[in-house]
């Protein structure tokens, strides 16, 4: 009797280890669970009125984006809010739960308080107003002294660094997601603005509407010239063809020929480009640092642009003058001497007509009393503005050697512009992938076990070594043209300027969070096609 009780015992505890096992938590459930902790902990506690800046104090005494912000505001600029609510929407495409749609949907809001009434955005959005807005400009802006788009308050909205449009690409991904038209007016009115921005020519200006008063010394009034700086005029266009495509709107094909043709008319009769061109189409210069000059980093990417819109059009006329750019690029070369033993192969800058090497520096404490200045000599480079960069020439060769070879025919085969009628399943809304800045990689499960574990008891990736800033404490007051800044990204005390912080310090951090849920997104993703 004992050994049949004894028997029953076994296989009890047996099955009882079977099912314990079978209910153990796999490690997608972990991620799927950990995303959940770390998202409720930005939404709930992190986030002001559905938006975010870039890092923040653990206890929340300080914030910053580029620049410190106040408590009422958000940063629009990339890693801010429009980053956060392109990580949601992917955060709902992975996991299904509604959680991750409400948190955009609040980013979204965010947004649509910021957009002008024009249709694009700042920088920043202040929910006290233009009043505590001004006064930021007035202060802590007008102390940056490397960050000069930030020391006036213009009025009006910036496509720099992507702003406007990768804002509007935003609604644009929200509203197609479930076709909400509670968010087709604002989706409306940005693209509007991209299209009513645009020069005849097919050119952007940096900043719409056009302002005047922030002339800056030599005459040049830089927001307004075309400008390829940043990705400007390439990312319009890329936005106004991936409406074309999901909304379906033929109004938008007269912009996006304009946009692409305007690269073919922009180019230097030397084969080179400047990153911003005055109404007379010639290179000219912007921030007090960026002189005169074509740029081979400009020029590459926009010879790469070339080749993407022959593969969109077919039209040869995109590829005629791509070999003058493979020229130029080869004869502006750096001495053996300035390459710092190969580590480099051209300047930043090249001045037009002579081809010479052109090296910025500053001089002084502040922006009050510093200055920028630029010469022949490649001594005390700037440290926020690489005087000197890495071009392969080579690499830009095979590619241009590959797109040549193929017939209009063959280059057009996957064009967004050729698309006559949509024949997958549901609708076009949902068939293309509109977030450009998505990617997908591998994660293993040592990082997705890396990445859990490190989110802390409060549900918090905590990041070290961020960039930080000055706080403000008034206007600089040292007149001495010291070089002790020359090469620092940033001056003295009253320097609002951003740089890295080296202590032990940690901070909550937008990116560290994006970059977290990305891999375990990812990892995800993986699991189930499996």
Known sequence: ????????L????VILNHNLSGQKTTLAQEAERAMLRATRYMVEKVSTNGGYVWYYMPDFSRRWGEMEAYKTMIWIQSPGTVSMGHLFIDAYRATGDEYYYQAAEKVASAIVWGQSPEGGWNYIVDFAGDRSLKEWYNTIGKNGWRLEEFQHYYGNSTFD????????????????EKLDPAWKP???KSINFVSESQYPIGGWPQRYPLKEGFIKEGGEDYPSYHTFNDGVIGENVNFLIQCYLTLGEERLLDPIRRGMYFYIISQDSSGGWGQQLNMNLEASGARTYEPKALLPRATVENATYLMTFYRYTGDRRFLARIHEAISWLERVKLPAEQTAGGKYTHSTFVEPGTNRPIYVHR???NVKYGRYYHDYND???LAHYGGKTRIDIDRLKQEYNRVKALAPEQATINSPLKVESFSGEGTPQRFYQLNRRYFSFPSDEKQVKTVISSLDK????LAKHVSISNPYIGDGQKKDLTDEFASTNVGDETDTSPYRDNSDQVYISTS????NMNILINYLQTVRKK
Do not use: P, Q
Not at 458 to 461: H, I, P, T, V
Not at 512 to 515: A, K, L, M, T
């Open 10 to 13: 076994i296989i009890f505890l």
């Open 1 to 8: 009797m004992k050994k049949i009780k004894f028997r029953i």
């Open 512 to 515: 560290e969070y994006i970059r």
């Open 458 to 461: 409060e549900d918090r990736w």
């Open 379 to 381: 001594d005390k480079l």
């Open 161 to 176: 660094d992507d702003v406007t449009t990768n804002a509007a690409l935003f609604l644009l991904r929200i509203y197609l």
């Open 363 to 365: 001089t002084g404490s």
């Open 186 to 188: 604002a989706l409306d």
